[in-house]
């Protein structure tokens, strides 16, 4: 059984930085895709970025690029998300997520364990 337990979340200021941690247990992770998602009341949790399993390849959704980085460290079992420039309509839940295949996708039905989420307030 795989375990994600997310961290870092908080209240920031316009402008301002906030760095992710996703911790995997349970098992060897390094072998599949992870992703971020995040969700805001009412809406439908919607993809962030995503890593293959070496980390060669990341992807973001348009209104991430240049501002959020996502990594990886497999002898670690994490998987950060660096999001600078923070605006308040990033305001949300984050979540991690890993998906049984090397390939990330942008759909969340993709993909198969997910963590409780954190909660991220960005203030004008």
């Known amino acids: 059984q795989v375990q994600l337990v997310e961290s870092g979340g908080g209240l920031v200021q316009a402008g301002g930085s906030l760095r992710l941690s996703c911790a995997a247990s349970?098992?060897?992770?390094?072998?599949?895709?992870m992703g971020w998602f995040r969700q805001t009341p009412g809406k439908e949790r919607e993809f962030v970025a995503g890593i293959s399993w070496s980390g060669g390849s990341t992807f973001y959704a348009d209104s991430m690029k240049g501002r959020f980085t996502i990594s990886r460290d497999n002898a670690k079992n994490t998987v950060d998300l660096q999001m600078n420039s923070l605006k308040p309509e990033d305001t949300a839940v984050y979540y991690c997520?890993?998906?049984?295949?090397?390939?990330?996708?942008?759909?969340?039905?993709?993909?198969?364990?997910w963590g409780q989420g954190t909660q991220v307030t960005v203030s004008s």
């Open positions: 997520a890993e998906r049984l295949s090397d390939y990330v996708v942008i759909s969340r039905d993709a993909y198969s364990y």
């Open positions: 349970g098992r060897t992770f390094s072998s599949y895709a």
